[in-house]
Nanobody
Framework: QVQLVESGGGLQQAGGSLRLSCAASGRTFSNYVMAWFRQAPGKEREFVAGVDWTGTFTYYADSVKGRFTISRDNAKATVYLQMNSLKPADTAVYYC????????????????WGQGTQVTVSS
């Protein structure tokens, strides 16, 4: 089990940028595939981005491809989500998640979750 704590959420105008961080503790960070999910008001939680154990490979939801970048620093036990060209549709609570298998996109594929951080994008 790994404990995850997100930070960096806040308010941004459309077209702006925001960088989210997720700090991990409790187990060896490099053992986990890491991902970001988000949940907008009235909608189901959806996959945003994932990164393999070393940061070599990444995968994204089509809605954020080209705008968001997931990365990780295993020495700091931290995963990041750099969000550029933000849109009002990006408004959601963003969650960090840890899993075992690369390339998966379902909530059930990830066993550990952070508490979430709110991102609000105004038009």
């Amino acid at each position: 089990q790994v404990q995850l704590v997100e930070s960096g959420g806040g308010l941004q105008q459309a077209g702006g940028s925001l960088r989210l961080s997720c700090a991990a503790s409790g187990r060896t960070f490099s053992n986990y595939v890491m991902a970001w999910f988000r949940q907008a008001p009235g909608k189901e939680r959806e996959f945003v981005a994932g990164v393999d154990w070393t940061g070599t490979f990444t995968y994204y939801a089509d809605s954020v491809k080209g705008r968001f970048t997931i990365s990780r620093d295993n020495a700091k036990a931290t995963v990041y989500l750099q969000m550029n060209s933000l849109k009002p549709a990006d408004t959601a609570v963003y969650y960090c998640a840890a899993g075992w298998t690369y390339g998966l996109r379902r909530q059930a594929d990830f066993g550990s979750w952070g508490q979430g951080t709110q991102v609000t994008v105004s038009s």
